[in-house]
Every structure is written in structure tokens, then in C-alpha cells.
């Protein structure tokens, strides 16, 4: 089993949709990242969370530490937001990649 | 600031090359990552630097692949003989010290070994 697993490993959308996408862990961390990979692009960090929530734009990002999960949800989705969406946990130093959910918005 | 800059951004070699992938931190980041991306095995690291010094090599595949970071400012990433399950792209990340620090990638340096 995955120390980082991530839910749904595929999802499409309809423009405006909201969109939410899961990560559930097993270990102890300090944070969690959510990255966005767009087709043949770098690697983006949308956020960092140790606790709480965090807001930038149309993304939101939860976490809950006693359950060791984690969501990343879009608001009023949009066809650019299509892209590979990483959670990955950060152990000490270094940090664990769940595999990714791949988004596609149809406009 | 320019960000994480790394180069080159393709390379394409045969079997058998040496391949040297090289990266310049943001200024003033203590932490310098590599990690290996396929579509296999998704993100890998391979090895990291605190303060110029590499802390944890266990991700290195094998004694083909060697880290170097002389200064601050700069680490290469050598493969040498290179083999085509190399192909991969390879990210170099910096951050940092605190533990809050936000991790920032380079674009990536795509490898194809023929």
C-alpha cells in the first residue's frame, strides 16, 4: 500500500463544475504539498498546509491531521485547469508523491 | 528572482554517454532537491543537498549517477554510462530552510537515452 494515495486517479468536468480531489496518508508528516503539473510542463506548488485551510483564487485547499487526509477542491472549474494534481507529504526533509490525479474540463 | 533554473531542457544521447544535468537554486535556499519523474514510478528523489552538503543519497538508482553541488549556487546530476531506462525528466527543486518553506521546481530537464 501507497503511504500517499490520492482519489480519483482520473477526472473530467464540465466547465463550472466544482471539483474536489482527495489525498489520504499513513504516515507522520510536518506538511502537505498540492502541486500542478500541466501537460509536458514543470511543477507548480499551489499550496503548503500543516493544518487548517487555505484559499488562493478558485483553489481551496483542507487538511485534517487527526485523519490524515487532505482535499484540494476547485471552484467554477475551468478548461486551463486541466492537469496533473500531486499530493505529496513532507516526512523531515523530504517529501512522499501520491500518483496523481489527472483533470480534464470540456468546456 | 529567475526561480529554479535548469538546463538543458532536452537531451538526447545514446547508450553509453555521459549526460550532466545541471541546476541553479533560488538564492538564498538552503535545500537543493533532484527528483526523477516516470511515467512508471511517478516523482522520485534522488538525492538532496542542505547547505551544499548531500544529506540523503538512498534514491541514486545505482553508482551510474552521481550529485555534486560545489557551491551555493549550482548542482549537476551526472549519469555515466547512461542507459535508455535513464529516460526520464529529471527536477530540481530548492527551498528554504524553515520548515514552512514552500518548495519551488525547475521546468524540468526531459532525458531520452537511444
Known amino acids: 500500500k501507497n503511504e500517499v494515495e490520492q482519489s480519483p486517479q482520473n477526472l473530467t468536468a464540465q466547465e463550472g463544475e466544482f471539483i474536489t480531489i482527495n489525498c489520504s496518508y499513513s504516515v507522520g508528516i510536518s506538511a502537505l504539498h498540492w502541486l500542478q503539473q500541466h501537460p509536458g510542463g514543470g511543477i507548480v506548488s499551489l499550496f503548503m498546509?500543516?493544518?487548517g485551510k487555505k484559499k488562493h483564487g478558485r483553489l481551496i485547499a483542507t487538511i485534517n491531521i487527526q485523519e490524515k487526509h487532505s482535499s484540494l477542491h476547485i471552484t467554477a472549474s475551468h478548461p486551463r485547469d486541466s492537469a496533473v494534481y500531486i499530493c505529496a507529504v513532507r516526512r523531515v526533509d523530504k517529501l512522499i508523491f501520491g500518483t496523481g490525479t489527472r483533470l480534464q474540463v470540456f468546456p | 528572482d529567475a526561480g529554479v533554473i535548469q538546463s538543458p531542457r532536452h537531451e538526447v544521447t545514446e547508450m553509453g554517454q555521459e549526460v550532466t544535468l545541471r541546476c541553479k537554486p533560488i538564492s538564498g535556499h538552503d535545500y537543493l532537491f533532484w527528483y526523477r519523474q516516470t511515467m512508471m514510478r511517478g516523482l522520485e528523489l534522488l538525492i538532496y543537498?542542505?547547505?551544499?552538503?548531500?544529506?540523503?543519497d538512498s534514491g541514486m538508482p545505482e553508482d551510474r549517477f552521481s550529485a555534486k553541488m560545489p557551491n551555493a549556487s549550482f548542482s549537476t546530476l551526472k549519469i555515466q554510462p547512461s542507459e535508455p531506462r535513464d529516460s526520464a525528466v529529471y527536477f530540481c527543486?530548492?527551498?528554504?530552510?524553515?520548515?514552512?518553506?514552500?518548495?519551488?521546481f525547475g521546468e524540468g530537464s526531459r532525458l531520452t537515452v537511444l
Open positions: 498546509l500543516s493544518s
Open positions: 543537498f542542505n547547505n551544499n552538503v548531500p544529506i540523503d
Open positions: 527543486a530548492s527551498r528554504q530552510r524553515d520548515s514552512t518553506g514552500e518548495l519551488f
